[in-house]
T-cell receptor, first 114, second 113 residues
Framework: AQSVSQHNHHVILSEAASLELGCNYS??????LFWYVQYPGQHLQLLLK??????LVKGIKGFEAEFIKSKFSFNLRKPSVQWSDTAEYFC????????????FGGGTRLMVKP | EAQVTQNPRYLITVTGKKLTVTCSQN?????MSWYRQDPGLGLRQIYY???????DKGDVPEGYKVSRKEKRNFPLILESPSPNQTSLYFC????????????FGPGTRLTVL
């Protein structure tokens, strides 16, 4: 079965540190890739998405992600985090031709210390 | 304002007492889904619907029912809730093409005693 893995469950950083959150999926076909953010007590919001073209995708709030097809990865990055980035981050993959399901990773809880 | 609404936002109930969580979207979206969110497991899809009267099982459909009689509404029904259905539930919708973003509702926190 298709799956999405986020290897870091909890990450603690100081403000201005750089961030990279890993996301890997298992599916050999064409994929659409997403990163969602969930701030405390709120619903999920889209950070960025990849469908085709340039594998380096820029999203909101200074986030970016790079799709590396050979590694089945879509890691999220931010050069300098802020306290307001404290949230839970979810990678999600829509595996085309495998139904219309959006499969989520287990989430990474990020805490940024001021 | 484009949005997905869910009701109730919080619910505490007892084992076996049937309940319905409503979901409504005002974006004329074809696709709607229900997810449950549990710590360490991310979001898992319960059911989804590609259009009116078209529904299909997701990853964890056991113990749940859905219906899609109108395009805007996609209620989630728990005929006989059990404690292992205590969770945070999200409804989501998106347009027809795969490139469309999914919009999520605010969530319903359900506790089954």
């Amino acid at each position: 079965a298709q799956s999405v893995s986020q290897h870091n469950h909890h990450v603690i950083l100081s403000e201005a540190a750089s961030l990279e959150l890993g996301c890997n999926y298992s599916y050999g076909g064409t994929v659409n890739l997403f990163w969602y953010v969930q701030y405390p007590g709120q619903h999920l919001q889209l950070l960025l998405k990849y469908f085709s073209g340039d594998p380096l995708v820029k999203g909101i709030k200074g986030f970016e992600a790079e799709f590396i097809k050979s590694k089945f990865s879509f890691n999220l990055r931010k050069p300098s985090v802020q306290w307001s980035d404290t949230a839970e981050y979810f990678c999600a993959v829509n595996m085309r031709n495998a139904g219309n399901m959006l499969t989520f990773g287990g989430g990474t809880r990020l805490m940024v210390k001021p | 304002e484009a949005q997905v609404t869910q009701n109730p936002r919080y619910l505490i109930t007892v084992t076996g007492k049937k309940l319905t969580v409503t979901c409504s979207q005002n974006m004329n979206h074809e696709y709607m889904s229900w997810y449950r969110q549990d710590p360490g497991l991310g979001l898992r899809q319960i059911y989804y619907s590609m259009n009116v009267e078209v529904t299909d099982k997701g990853d964890v459909p056991e113990g749940y029912k859905v219906s899609r009689k109108e395009k805007r509404n996609f209620p989630l029904i728990l005929e006989s809730p059990s404690p292992n259905q205590t969770s945070l539930y999200f409804c989501a919708s998106r347009g027809q093409t795969h490139s469309n973003e999914q919009f999520f509702g605010p969530g319903t926190r359900l506790t089954v005693l």
